[in-house]
């Protein structure tokens, strides 16, 4: 589909399928190279956005891993409220663990940035950031985005587990507001 209608909004593609597992094979490849020799490391996924990218990002990692899911929310609609709301929290013990925080998108990384702040409370050894997409003219924040699938322009974009207002997750591409 060129263009996809979600409730009073139209949105064009921009990302394809194709494109997204391209990428997705970049970032893992990468990853597999740098924890190879890493003692079982906890990838924690965001939830609800990364939901697609933790699959299809795990489904090729090669060395024994574990997942877990946090949610975070701090949109409503297509733009950010400030304010973040943690709605589901780690429950694993992540003392000495390296840890992959996956992110479907980084913006302006508020929600990163809390994320981050928590997790370095629990002392692990290692907190690396892989995210499929990144957002560098909006990105406010100091850390470091280890692993990127692919920088975009500062646009609201819906599919492949992103959203406006619920819709959209199931898109197996990405679309840009039109």
Do not use: W
């Amino acid at each position: 589909m060129k263009n996809v209608i979600l409730k009073d909004k139209e949105f064009r593609l921009s990302y394809c399928s194709n494109d997204i597992q391209s990428d997705i094979d970049v970032v893992s490849s990468k990853i597999n190279h740098d924890l190879m020799n890493v003692h079982v490391p906890l990838f924690i996924s965001i939830l609800n956005g990364s939901f697609m990218f933790t699959a299809d990002l795990l489904k090729r990692i090669q060395f024994p891993c574990e997942v877990s899911f946090i949610k975070l929310a701090s949109y409503e609609g297509t733009s950010s409220t400030g304010t973040i709301n943690e709605l589901i929290g780690l429950k694993e013990n992540i003392e000495g663990r390296t840890v992959i925080i996956v992110e479907d998108i980084v913006d302006t990384g508020h929600t990163l940035d809390k994320l981050y702040a928590e997790l370095e409370k629990k002392n692990p050894a290692k907190i690396l950031i892989a995210s499929l997409l990144f957002k560098p003219e909006s990105y406010k924040g100091n850390l470091k985005i280890n692993y990127i699938g692919k920088s975009i322009p500062n646009d609201f974009i819906v599919g492949y587990g992103l959203d406006y207002d619920g819709l959209g997750r199931n898109l197996p591409d990405i679309y840009t507001l039109a």
